[in-house]
C-alpha cells in the first residue's frame, strides 16, 4: 500500500459528460502528480500541483482540468469526455525537498467512455 | 526535449535466466534516473533510482541498473529471472521545475518469465 488513494476504482460513461477523479496523497506529502496511462500513447505526464497551486503541465487537454485543495487532495476533471478518454488516470504524490524524486501512486482509476 | 527510450516492448526470458531491460535517455544535466514496475490492475512500483555516485545500483527484489555516461544508458538487470519478475517496467527521467519534480516515463517493457 502506497498511501495514496483514488476514488472511483473505476467509472463508465458516455461521450460528452463530465466526471471527476479524486486523489488523497500521502500524508505530508505537499506534491501531486496526475498521469493517464493508455495502450497507445503509454503513460503521459498531465500536471502537478505543490501545496494547492500548479507547478507543471504535461500533456492535459484543454477539456481537462485540476486543482488542489487546502487539505491536499487533488481532483481532476474531465469534461467533454471522447471515447479516446478512456483510460487509467494515476495520481502519485511526492515528499518536496527530499529530492529523490520518488513518486508514490495510487492504484488508478481506471475510466471507460463509450 | 529531455526523453526515455525502452526500445524493446516485450522482453521474454526463462526462469533462473539472466535478464536485461534497456532503457535510453536524453536530459541536460546529470540524469536522475528511475525504474518503476507495475504488476495488473495496480499503481506503479518504485523499483530504484540513479543520482550520483556507483554506476551500479541495487533495488528491490534482487533487480538492478548499471549507469553508461557515455551510451546514455541505464539498463535494469537480474542475474536469476522469476515467474513472478513478470511485469510491465518503465524507465524514468527526473525533470525539474520550480517546487519539485516530474518524471517523464517511457512506454513500458512487458517482461515474461517463463517456468
Redesign the interface.
Known amino acids: 500500500d502506497?498511501g495514496?488513494t483514488q476514488t472511483p476504482k473505476h467509472l463508465i460513461t458516455a461521450t460528452g459528460q463530465r466526471v471527476t477523479l479524486r486523489c488523497s496523497p500521502r500524508s505530508g506529502d505537499l506534491?501531486v502528480?496526475w498521469?493517464q496511462q493508455s495502450l497507445d500513447q503509454?503513460?503521459q505526464?498531465l500536471i502537478?500541483y505543490?501545496?494547492g497551486?500548479e507547478?507543471?503541465k504535461?500533456n492535459i487537454l484543454e477539456r481537462f482540468s485540476a486543482q488542489q485543495f487546502p487539505d491536499l487532495h487533488s481532483e481532476l476533471n474531465l469534461s467533454s469526455l471522447e471515447l479516446g478518454d478512456s483510460a487509467l488516470y494515476?495520481c502519485?504524490s511526492?515528499v518536496?525537498?527530499s529530492?529523490?524524486?520518488?513518486?508514490?501512486?495510487?492504484?488508478?482509476s481506471r475510466l471507460t467512455v463509450l | 526535449a529531455q526523453s526515455v527510450a525502452q526500445p524493446e516492448d516485450q522482453v521474454n526470458v526463462a526462469e533462473g535466466n539472466p535478464l536485461t531491460v534497456k532503457c535510453t535517455y536524453s536530459v541536460s544535466g546529470n540524469p536522475?534516473l528511475?525504474w518503476?514496475v507495475q504488476y495488473p490492475?495496480?499503481?506503479?512500483?518504485?523499483l530504484l533510482?540513479y543520482?550520483t555516485g556507483d554506476n551500479l545500483v541495487k533495488g528491490s527484489y534482487g533487480f538492478e541498473a548499471e549507469f553508461n555516461k557515455s551510451q546514455t544508458s541505464f539498463h535494469l538487470k537480474k542475474p536469476s529471472a522469476l515467474v513472478s519478475d513478470s511485469a510491465l517496467y518503465?524507465c524514468a527521467v527526473?525533470?525539474l521545475?520550480?517546487?519539485?519534480?516530474?518524471?517523464?516515463?517511457?512506454?513500458?517493457t512487458t517482461l515474461s518469465v517463463s517456468s
Open positions: 502506497s495514496v506534491s502528480y498521469y503509454g503513460l505526464f502537478q505543490y501545496n497551486e507547478r507543471a504535461g494515476f502519485a511526492s518536496v525537498g529530492n529523490t524524486g520518488e513518486l508514490f501512486f495510487g492504484e488508478g | 536522475y528511475f518503476y490492475n495496480r499503481g506503479l512500483q518504485f533510482k543520482i518503465f527526473r525533470v521545475n520550480q517546487a519539485g519534480t516530474a518524471l517523464i516515463f517511457g512506454k513500458g
